[in-house]
Nanobody, 125 residues
Framework: QVQLVESGGGLVQPGGSLRLSCAAS????????MAWYRQAPGRQRELVAL???????NYADSVKGRFTISRDNAKNTVYLQMNNLKPEDAAVYYC???????????????????WGQGTQVTVSL
């Protein structure tokens, strides 16, 4: 079984910073793209940033220059460094893993589209 567990959310003032982490657990031998999405109340979930297994990154226009996505493949972990936070960045942030290869009783499997439970980011005075 594969699970994604996020951490690092919280309350921060405008202009502040937060770093989100998302660790994938399980007997994993491959993770393709990993990404961060967010969903604010009354709005659709949107892609914030994505990083491929090779390290190529992509960002939503609204966060370019402020957010940085990175990953540690040895730890099966993806990070989102968020700087100069704005009130409009407030949302529940979700981690996503596109394709995951893992072992169950030494047998390889592939699973798709895994999500974490979400972590709340609040930006307010």
């Amino acid at each position: 079984q594969v699970q994604l567990v996020e951490s690092g959310g919280g309350l921060v003032q405008p202009g502040g910073s937060l770093r989100l982490s998302c660790a994938a657990s399980g007997t994993i031998f491959l993770i393709d793209a990993m990404a961060w999405y967010r969903q604010a109340p009354g709005r659709q979930r949107e892609l914030v940033a994505l990083v491929t297994s090779g390290g190529t990154t992509n960002y939503a226009d609204s966060v370019k220059g402020r957010f940085t996505i990175s990953r540690d493949n040895a730890k099966n972990t993806v990070y989102l460094q968020m700087n100069n936070l704005k009130p409009e960045d407030a949302a529940v942030y979700y981690c996503n893993a596109d394709k995951v290869g893992y072992y169950e009783e030494s047998v390889p499997f592939y699973g798709y589209d895994y999500w974490g439970q979400g972590t709340q980011v609040t930006v307010s005075l």
